[in-house]
T-cell receptor, first 112, second 114 residues
Framework: AQSVAQPEDQVNVAEGNPLTVKCTYS??????LFWYVQYPNRGLQFLLK??????LVKGSYGFEAEFNKSQTSFHLKKPSALVSDSALYFC??????????FGKGTRLHILP | EAQVTQNPRYLITVTGKKLTVTCSQN?????MSWYRQDPGLGLRQIYY???????DKGDVPEGYKVSRKEKRNFPLILESPSPNQTSLYFC?????????????FGDGTRLSIL
């Protein structure tokens, strides 16, 4: 079955420390992968995507993600966390039938 | 400004009373979709539309209807709402339905069915 997993419901990081939000996927064929962020009372906002090419993808607000085909992972990273990065983060993947499957989300808390 | 607009943002209603949530995008996008967001379940797709007059079921279509008569509009219809449809709903659009472009989301509609 095609799926996306975000193994952590919540991640806590001290401000200024590096952060990682994990995502693994299971789809047939070459995956298209996305990260979105959701702030309170708002819709999801696009952060970055991997379609093809360089495995390290850079996106908005200083975020980046690394595509790892052998581990079927697409972890979101940032070198130095800000309190304003606190939000709900979703990983998504395009499935074989062109549908987009979303993970269940990871709540990121950046502690001042 | 490029945007997806949903109305209403909040609605409390009663079981069985038909309601419509409107969605409009101003980006000339071909693809539009409806999702519901529930705690612990993430986003689940209800219906999607690849273009005008083309709609298809997502993962949780039961109890919902949609139509796509114009490119910019994609209303979600609950003909006989029930309490298990209490949720946060999002409309989204993207340039095409190929899956290689990001989706633009509205700010959500919080529905409470009593």
């Amino acid at each position: 079955a095609q799926s996306v997993a975000q193994p952590e419901d919540q991640v806590n990081v001290a401000e200024g420390n590096p952060l990682t939000v994990k995502c693994t996927y299971s789809v047939s064929g070459n995956p298209y992968l996305f990260w979105y962020v959701q702030y309170p009372n708002r819709g999801l906002q696009f952060l970055l995507k991997y379609i093809t090419g360089d495995n390290l993808v850079k996106g908005s607000y200083g975020f980046e993600a690394e595509f790892n085909k052998s581990q079927t992972s697409f972890h979101l990273k940032k070198p130095s966390a800000l309190v304003s990065d606190s939000a709900l983060y979703f990983c998504a993947v395009r499935a074989l039938d062109d549908k987009i499957i979303f993970g269940k989300g990871t709540r990121l808390h950046i502690l001042p | 400004e490029a945007q997806v607009t949903q109305n209403p943002r909040y609605l409390i209603t009663v079981t069985g009373k038909k309601l419509t949530v409107t969605c409009s995008q101003n980006m000339n996008h071909e693809y539009m979709s409806w999702y519901r967001q529930d705690p612990g379940l993430g986003l689940r797709q209800i219906y999607y539309s690849m273009n005008v007059e083309v709609t298809d079921k997502g993962d949780v279509p039961e109890g919902y209807k949609v139509s796509r008569k114009e490119k910019r509009n994609f209303p979600l219809i609950l003909e006989s709402p029930s309490p298990n449809q209490t949720s946060l709903y999002f409309c989204a659009s993207s340039l095409t339905g190929l899956g290689n472009q990001p989706q633009h989301f509205g700010d959500g509609t919080r529905l409470s069915i009593l």
